[in-house]
């Protein structure tokens, strides 16, 4: 329901979608822009602007495209114009911009994979803060710095009966429960996997599950293993971690309390 000046700002058809939901979804992201307009202004006009770390980011899309419509065995609930239990790339990818003036350069752009689980340490590691040896995330500023890694970040995502990990080209999605249910039109499918190939169909339209159960085999192991906050057997991680001791001792050591910041 957003206000009619920014529906007024979509463009019509064919620059813009045709479809009345997608439209007023635009709108309601263009409102969203205008007000993190305002908050910047404000930022500026205090002072604050320069002493300020500012992340822009979202806890998820929408499943917007006519393919991924129907209706999901769990609780009803309608796929299309939704995101709880989708889990498509469409409602899964969102943005991360990061504004910290003095320590990220303007237009820094990160190409490598990363999750949302990496900003909190992102905001320690630009604060001085040490690093909690439990987070799952990591620092996203030896990226920014252009460092690479020697292994892809673990993608997880996690819905209402349902998880995806990609690795490579690949997407893996998995259902469990009433989740596994799809209901479109008069056809019932159930289902407890999905493989996408993100490089030839990145809208996510043709399932490869059944024609590559290796494939499938190897990202239900990759995603067992993130779960677990665990390195895939075989990464450089994985053999690092078995031919390295730790220096030191860890930040929370047993039988002491954990260290808050």
């Known amino acids: 329901e957003p206000p009619q000046k920014f529906v007024e700002r979509i463009p019509a058809p064919p620059a813009g979608p045709k479809d009345k939901i997608t439209r007023l979804y635009m709108a ?3 409102k969203d822009d205008d007000a993190i307009g305002a908050l910047m202004k404000t930022l500026d006009e205090t002072g604050l602007r320069e002493k300020t770390i500012i992340v822009v980011t979202a806890d998820h899309g929408e499943t917007l495209s006519f393919a991924h419509s129907g209706t999901s065995g769990l609780e009803k609930m309608p796929i299309r114009y939704h995101h709880a239990v989708s889990m498509f790339e469409e409602t899964t990818r969102v943005p991360i911009i990061i504004v910290a003036p003095n320590q990220v350069a303007p237009k820094t752009e990160v190409k490598a994979r990363v999750r949302t689980i990496d900003i909190a340490p992102t905001v320690l590691e630009l604060l001085g803060f ?3 040896s439990r987070m799952s995330g990591k620092s996203l500023l030896p990226l920014v710095k252009g460092q690479t890694e020697p292994d892809e970040r673990v993608v997880v995502s996690e819905g209402r009966g349902s ?6 080209k690949h997407r893996l ?3 469990t429960g009433d989740a596994r249910i799809t209901i479109q039109g008069n056809e019932t499918r159930e289902s ?3 493989l996408y190939d993100l490089e030839s169909d990145p809208g996510e339209r043709h399932d490869l599950a059944k024609k590559r159960p290796d494939v499938v085999a190897e ?10 906050n665990a390195p895939v057997a075989g990464s450089k ?3 690092a971690s078995t031919s390295v ?7 929370d050591e047993p039988g002491k309390p954990p260290v808050v910041h």
């Open 28 to 30: 309601e992201a263009a």
């Open 130 to 132: 040490e690093l909690p």
């Open 163 to 168: 998880r995806a990990v990609m690795h490579g």
């Open 173 to 175: 999605i998995t259902r």
């Open 192 to 194: 407890d996997t999905e």
């Open 219 to 228: 990202m239900r192991a990759r995603l067992e293993a993130a779960l677990k």
């Open 237 to 239: 991680a994985a053999v």
């Open 245 to 251: 001791k730790p220096a030191g001792g860890a930040l």
